[in-house]
């Protein structure tokens, strides 16, 4: 079983960064696709950015393309979101998930395992 766990969220204004961090517990790291969902208040959860296993494939959303950036070290079981030019719609929880399955899924159903979240606001 793989647990992760968010740090790094916080408030910032716009146009500041962020740097979230996951790392998800198990031996097997370098074999999952990780992925980043957001949550805004009153709203579903909502496809961020994804990695694939070797860290050279990625996707993203395209209300964040330009802005973030999503990176692995797989040495360290750590997946980042550096999260630029932030915005007030960026303001949510922020999830980390594991997946699978070959290719990089955007749909929050096809992933296992999940953390608890980390907020992020961005104040205007």
């Known amino acids: 079983q793989v647990q992760p766990v968010e740090s ?7 146009g500041g960064s962020l740097r979230l961090s996951c790392v998800a517990s198990g031996r097997t790291f370098s074999t999952y696709t990780m992925g980043w969902f ?7 959860r909502e496809f961020v950015a994804a990695i694939y296993r070797g860290g050279i494939t990625t996707k993203y959303a395209d209300s964040v393309k330009g802005r973030f ?3 692995r070290d797989n ?36 992933y296992d395992y999940w953390g608890q979240g980390t907020q ?5």
């Open 120 to 124: 992020v606001t961005v104040s205007s």
């Open 69 to 71: 950036t999503i990176s």
């Open 8 to 14: 790094g969220g916080g408030l910032v204004q716009v």
């Open 38 to 44: 957001r949550q805004a208040p009153g709203k579903e």
């Open 75 to 110: 040495a360290k079981n750590t997946v980042y979101l550096q999260m630029n030019s932030l915005r007030p719609e960026d303001t949510a929880v922020y999830y980390c998930a594991t997946d699978r399955a070959l290719g990089i899924s955007t749909q929050s159903s096809e």
